[in-house]
């Protein structure tokens, strides 16, 4: 079933790909490169790769984790939970949100990111989803020329092999990244409420309401597959190792920053060390010779432009970082998805439970998967998913009502037609209580088009300090957010009815108690969650709007500043709705043929 290879991604130390500092103007020798990529996540796999195709550039690739492939790093079920023992990630808290629980208690998020070579996307539920196409033109109508569906189709479907929808004319037959699908249940509840099934939710033709089981990032053996697999296996990085260098364990302290006369500021390398503290005391130093991108997620890409003196100087100034540019976009506008779960005992044999409490069971199910790829560890935690508007459901929430006289109001490629809501049923708890020797399903209601947004600032001067996030849930005028989470609660309250009407045994445990907006509002902040779907940090956009001044232009360079782009979720003019590894594998395609293009038609001078 498994194919094992004794090649390895070759990776290298700082003192293999910098110069130590200080240093003299002498010893840039072997040190420069064409182009220097900070973050080896979704984005930044892609654009190594992308961007070394060419034999005559010469890349580095900085990544603050390791390498996670081993085993379990590719069986879904194990991988999918990042709370794992050696799971790659890294955890911290946010700042508190701006309310407290019903009993008096401040409320944070924990705040999680992966830290290997892929990114988040070693730890996410490996779910393939483009998002409407109705997202992508209103990136365009906020004047972001050359992002509308049309112009971003091509780049989703560059990076793609679907093997769920080989006939679709919308989907990827020879890309990097490998799509199946997977058995799902709850599906009579769902059409009972209305809901219709969905034959290919990434076409753009997909309607705005209904029922689908999600396409996953997996290859054929039903391993998780990764930007990293895609973009980076082995036969690419050994075949490239000398244009295409790879330091893991990393961390990047600032950008170095030269005044470039009458056009500002240029970036001219990328300042860093090794991440483990016992060799800190090392600094190192690679030059760009063309462009510098930062790649490194919509958390750690905003604190690596304020370390480098790019963000809101009252911030900059009171945490002691001197300002090269004023940029009070860097950081702001957090967006991420909002997740509220309804939690129910289910026999046990239906959850994935059932793991913990049966060695026997584990046994069974790893040889299964083990031998021919099937069985439970080769799902993720969630198979089916449920979309729709809020505004289509009927006055109690109870089912959705399809405008049969009005087919234009299910068009998604207008955004004010887009679903706002998803339901994900798992087999699996994902609160944060306890509940042991129960079998427990779970009803998770996402808000997907949030309206809220946070921000993200530097905590200290000291680059190995998690940076504040403040995620700022629920807190758009009008309580907007708030109203759309209590009508995906009433339909979900009523998904759970029809399934015990259905005979199947569902006993709720973490539950409203009823269903009037006082009760709902009081249940959703004591038991809302993150979806992990950061964005927006270093949005593109024009820098002179009033509310949400932009960071990057629509070919992704940082304003401002020369020979410096932003690639990767951040970027992103708002955040769509759907899982976001797909949308940012697109922007990273993108990003790498702006590159191309720049440096055949010589938009950025390089150094000499």
């Not at 929808?165 to 699908?181: A, D, I, M, W």
């Not at 030059?287 to 790019?310: D, F, K």
Request: glycine fraction near 8%; hydrophobic fraction near 35%.
């Amino acid at each position: 079933m498994f194919s094992f290879s004794s090649q390895q991604t070759p990776t290298l130390t700082p003192e293999e790909v910098g110069t130590p500092t200080p240093f003299t103007d002498t010893a840039f020798e072997g040190r420069t490169y064409d182009y220097i990529i900070v973050g080896g996540g979704t984005a930044g796999c892609c654009l190594a790769s992308r961007l070394s195709e060419d034999p005559d550039v010469t890349v580095l690739l900085l990544e603050r984790g390791g390498i996670a492939n081993g085993w379990a790093d590719k069986v879904p079920l194990i991988s999918s939970n990042p709370y794992r023992e050696g799971a790659p990630t890294s955890r911290w808290w946010s700042q508190p949100l701006p309310w407290k629980a019903s009993d008096g208690r401040s409320l944070a998020q924990e705040v999680v990111c992966g830290e290997a070579l892929g990114g988040t996307s070693v730890i996410n539920c490996t779910f393939y989803t483009r998002g409407p196409a109705g997202d992508y033109n209103h990136w365009e109508e906020l004047g972001n020329q050359g992002w509308g569906y049309k112009d971003v189709e091509s780049y989703f479907a560059k990076s793609e092999t679907t093997h769920s929808h080989p006939s679709s004319q919308f989907r990827g037959k020879q890309g990097e990244l490998t799509q199946v699908l997977m058995p799902s249940i709850v599906i009579r509840a769902a059409e009972n409420a209305g809901l219709q099934p969905m034959d290919d939710l990434n076409s753009p033709h997909a309607p705005a309401a209904g029922y689908v089981r999600h396409d996953v990032s997996q290859d054929k053996s039903m391993r998780r597959h990764t930007p990293f697999h895609a973009f980076l296996p082995p036969p690419v990085t050994i075949g490239r190792a000398k244009r295409l260098k790879i330091c893991t364990n990393v961390l990047v302290t600032r950008l170095e920053l030269a005044q470039g006369g009458s056009d500002g500021l240029r970036a001219t390398g990328v300042h860093f060390e090794a991440m483990d503290y016992r060799k800190a005391g090392k600094h190192f130093f690679a030059r760009a010779r063309r462009e510098v991108v930062i790649c490194a997620g919509a958390i750690s890409s905003p604190q690596i432009l304020q370390l480098s003196g790019l963000g809101p100087e009252d911030h900059l100034r009171a945490k002691g970082v001197p300002v090269m540019r004023n940029m009070p976009g860097v950081g702001n506008h957090l967006q991420d998805h909002i997740a509220v779960p309804l939690t129910f005992e289910a026999p046990m044999h239906d959850s994935i439970h059932e793991l913990e409490a049966s060695p026997w069971k584990v046994i069974k199910e790893l040889t299964k998967y083990t031998l021919t790829g099937h069985g439970v560890f080769s799902y993720p935690f969630q198979a089916i998913t449920m979309y729709l508007p809020s505004k289509l459901l009927s006055t109690d929430g109870s089912r959705v009502t399809l405008p049969a006289d009005k087919p234009e109001a299910l068009d998604t490629s207008v955004l004010a037609n887009c679903p706002d809501l998803e339901i994900m049923p798992a087999p699996s708890n994902c609160t944060d209580h306890d509940i042991p020797g129960k079998g427990i399903f779970t009803l998770m209601v996402g808000l997907i088009r949030p309206k809220s947004h946070g921000s993200v600032r530097i905590a200290t001067s000291n680059p190995r300090a998690r940076p504040e996030v403040d995620l700022n849930f629920l807190t758009d005028p009008g309580d907007n957010d708030l109203a759309r989470l209590r009508a995906g609660m009433r339909l979900t309250f009523n998904l759970a009815e029809d399934i015990r009407k259905q005979g199947y045994p569902l006993k709720s445990l973490i539950v409203p108690e009823k269903l009037e907006d006082q009760s709902l509002n009081a249940f959703i902040k004591d038991n809302m969650r993150t979806c992990y779907h950061y964005t927006s940090t270093c949005r593109m956009g024009r820098e002179d709007e009033s509310e949400r001044p932009g960071v990057v232009d629509a070919e992704l360079r940082v304003h401002g500043v020369q020979g410096l782009r932003v690639c990767d979720a951040s970027v992103f003019p708002e955040i769509v709705g759907a899982h976001t590894m797909a949308p940012t594998v697109m922007v990273a395609e993108k990003c790498a043929d702006l590159m191309k293009e720049s440096r055949k038609s010589g938009k950025v001078e390089p150094l000499v």
